[in-house]
């Protein structure tokens, strides 16, 4: 996720005790001492072909001025490079300069950082140029990279003599503790290897804080932890990072008391200046999915008035006549496609989340509140479909514009009886041209709508097809944008700078541990 | 210095007892911490105008996407870089991406790496490409670089935020010890500016060894250390750097005996593969100088055979007819001008050894060493007059050619007697069109001739205006090479790999305090 807004003069209005218990709840990291699989080099121009020549003694290959190295880790891992570097010839006479690529696919190593001219910064690409002055040497560097493929070029060396890499390693590192999750339920190895690759992407994002992807952003955006909480309560179980995360958003929210899109926790805990409307919401109904995993009292003595807050001011966005202001619209995301009309599907958001609200009220004995919550969702649903609903052409529309996003929200709001929720949903692929959905979140959400419909067949069939597609095309973690029609799209102009292990996408192994192995549910977070 | 020359299967002999005694030679390194006097921004093209734009709040300056900052840190220093970095804006979102280059002279600034193509390696040029992940942040650099001026260029930040330098500073590093140094003798302004900005050279490249350089090759090369000891002699008087250096070149040798031109002493101790002829006959002359300041036996004891064993070596290559080989020949340096030969300049350097060398034997009492050396010295200044003196033309010629390197090792060879030499040495300039020296190397050994000629005046004028015309071209530190004929000439294909603080070049401060502030000289390293 990146986004760009800038307010200016913003200061989080941040809260020292919630702060406190979130670096209370800091996690251990886990680590594991990964080696290549192999090596190959890379020509100028881009050849898949090349993949095929690998270079099994790749420590005896000698690297002069120019000349390239790429290793392959196998899959995708996160964590530090140590690389033990030697050299052939004469005793070097000058340093040698290494340009280092990291990269998470394929498909990168041959991307060129200075053809990217989007709107996200240059400086998330994963490269280094490095000096190294002395020979042999071991050096590890200092940032983490998110990679499967290291390509290292010899910027130069000297006539005197050529690099050669003796061994390279990979220290992994993740909150995430394997040895906690279940076999795969299922027995369709389709839908083992999607598991499989979820859960990947869930551990390799899974650091201090859940993170959105750990390539580019690399830090907790609401969105992407509502997701990756509910796909770690069917897998690492690890209940107090989602705590924490909870807590850090609560602890350092907008002036007016709205949760963030997105946090920074270095070098301290700062919310960042973007809104993002029903990712504020999304807080309350985290909170709510939390409480269902733990009963824990302390959160929910703690958060509760924060997440009722975030409903009580998203309802101030809504008009007398119960449509969503505009402002509020232009703050919904829902996905990266463009043009799409949100105002319904923002209202939406609101009547979804009431739904928790509620809960999260009788939960803690609030009965008045519960009341008025009950009051408020009777009242908007019935607006939603006064405003929203078009009986001619038998589905909602958003400032007449058609699109699967406001049937989708619509859906999971509850907007619609069963039955002809269920007919709607039948309709989906209708609505779907127009506005292409371009993300696994809004896609998760989609099969979220088909299961709550009773589509389960054609939700299992769309997840099938859809990270199917990413796994065909080589994922070893599931990406943050994919259009299986346009292979190489990318919302932030460049394909180079998209994040290929990316949080919000880990679904499947949720839909697969808790929707598409079992007989029946006892929870619905959809 | 650098020079390429590959030995295959080359392994040096080295002597654990000399490379033991070296170690405990290891010096002490002093500290200072120099904060930038100015700023300025640099524009996309090259302008000396922009050098008077001083920026007065370089901390309050904010820098965007491809914006610079230039450091002037007042002079030359050698040592660490250390940044306080700071942002405005909104929390960064993004790394902030920078380019970080190192510049000895304010040229270097606007010259391009992509524009060299010599025969260098561009490793060489100090420049960095980093990552700052979190910001604020105070970060130190791991590489030592030499620089006046530090150009910061932020590759990408993001549309939130700007860079702000909050603050800057260099903890240099060297082993000479300032307070040691007696003030300059002369009264003269010019000379008392040639003289500090010697002992700056000096300074600068006194490290752990003497190095040749700090910018580039950062290590001992046997030509520089004979002149950087005779000027530490008359300034910092560190005879233990001197000794270490001696131990060094003596415990890794060639196979053969032969001292290496240059020796690298990371991460071990070991001799280049490189043979530069009359390199190797200066570890004798500078271990005869080193035993007039220091009367240490030890070294004598330890050192005398080795340095013996290099005349005799260099005598294997004089013909039976009193002519040196050609293989030596080709092996001799003398300066970086191109196409000179050297045949009797290199005969020329063995005699002026020998003069050394007998002093060795005399003081070790060794008196069938030294009059054998005598009778070498004789045979070979009746040779060398005989071969390559001509009548006609009353100066040397080497195969055919005149050049003013001939004339000048002959004269310091005492070749001819002091009247003959004297008027050679008047006709000097006769001989310097053809092939005029490129560096201070060179300049230093024709100043020695002219004053072993007795032509102090003309010495003093040419190195007040060889050495002057650098200070008027702006030095800091002096160059390794300089013609100010041309002042954009490098020996290696481009001027932004040249040196611009090298040992070889800070002779001035060992001639002004020994020969040009004096009435009677006691010593006669010429």
Excluded at 41 to 52: G, P, T, V, W
Excluded at 327 to 341: H, I, K, M, R, S
Excluded at 506 to 520: A, D, G, M, N, V
Aim: include cysteine; aromatic fraction near 12%.
């Amino acid at each position: 996720m990146a986004l760009i807004s800038i307010i200016d003069g913003f200061h989080p209005m941040n809260n020292a005790k919630l702060l406190d218990r979130a670096a209370e709840l800091k996690p251990t990291l886990h680590h594991r001492i990964v080696e290549p699989k192999g090596g190959f080099q890379l020509k100028e121009r881009y050849s898949s072909e090349i993949k095929d020549i690998v270079l099994h003694r790749v420590h005896h290959l000698a690297l002069g001025k120019g000349d390239n190295l790429c290793l392959d880790f196998g899959t995708h891992n996160v964590g530090y490079i140590t690389l033990d570097l030697s050299y052939s010839g004469s005793h070097p006479d000058a340093p040698a300069y290494l340009k280092l690529k990291f990269a998470e696919t394929f498909k990168e190593l041959s991307e060129n950082s200075d053809d990217y001219g989007g709107w996200i910064s240059t400086s998330w690409i994963q490269e280094e140029f490095i000096h190294v002055d002395v020979l042999p040497a071991q050096i590890t560097l200092p940032r983490r990279y998110a990679f499967r493929y290291l390509k290292i070029t010899t910027m130069d060396t000297s006539q005197k003599y050529k690099l050669i890499v003796k061994h390279a390693e990979i220290r992994t590192e993740t909150s995430a503790d394997w040895s906690k999750v279940n076999p795969c339920p299922s027995t369709d190895p389709l839908l083992q290897k999607m598991d499989e690759v979820g859960l990947r992407t869930l551990a390799n994002c899974a650091q201090d804080v859940f993170e959105d992807g750990p390539k580019r952003d690399q830090r907790l955006w609401m969105g992407d932890l509502r997701l990756q909480a509910l796909t770690n309560y069917v897998s690492f179980r690890n209940y107090d990072l989602v705590k924490r995360c909870l807590y850090l958003f609560a602890g350092s929210r907008f002036p007016d008391g709205r949760i963030s899109a997105c946090l920074f926790t270095k070098p301290y805990v700062e919310a960042d200046d973007t809104w993002l409307f029903e990712y504020s919401l999304f807080f309350t109904v985290a909170l709510e999915e939390y409480m269902q995993q733990t009963d824990d009292e302390e959160a929910l003595n703690d958060l509760y008035d924060i997440a009722m807050q975030q409903v009580e001011i998203a309802l101030r966005f809504v008009t007398r006549d119960g449509r969503l202001s505009k402002e509020a619209a232009d703050a919904a995301f829902f996905d990266w496609c463009e043009g799409v009309d949100k105002e319904a599907a923002g209202l939406a958001s609101i009547i979804y989340t009431l739904r928790y609200a509620r809960r999260l009220a009788r939960r803690k004995n609030d009965w008045s509140q519960a009341n008025w919550l009950m009051e408020q969702l009777d009242k908007l649903r019935e607006a939603a479909k006064k405003n929203y609903w078009d009986e001619e052409k038998q589905c909602f529309v958003s400032n007449g514009q058609v699109n699967l996003f406001t049937q989708v929200w619509m859906v999971l709001a509850d907007v619609l009886p069963p039955e002809e929720a269920k007919k709607l949903m039948e309709r989906s692929d209708e609505f779907a041209h127009l506005y292409p959905m371009v993300t696994p979140y809004m896609h998760h959400y989609y099969i979220s709508a088909l299961l709550r419909a009773g589509l389960k067949e054609k939700a299992l069939e769309h997840m099938r097809f859809y990270w199917g597609s990413m796994l065909d095309a080589g994922a070893d973690t599931f990406w943050e944008a994919w259009n299986p029609e346009q292979p190489d799209a990318s919302p932030y102009g460049g394909s180079i700078i998209n994040s290929y292990c990316h949080a919000w996408s880990c679904t499947p192994s949720y839909l697969i541990r808790s929707w598409f192995s079992r007989e029946k549910h006892t929870d619905d977070h959809l």
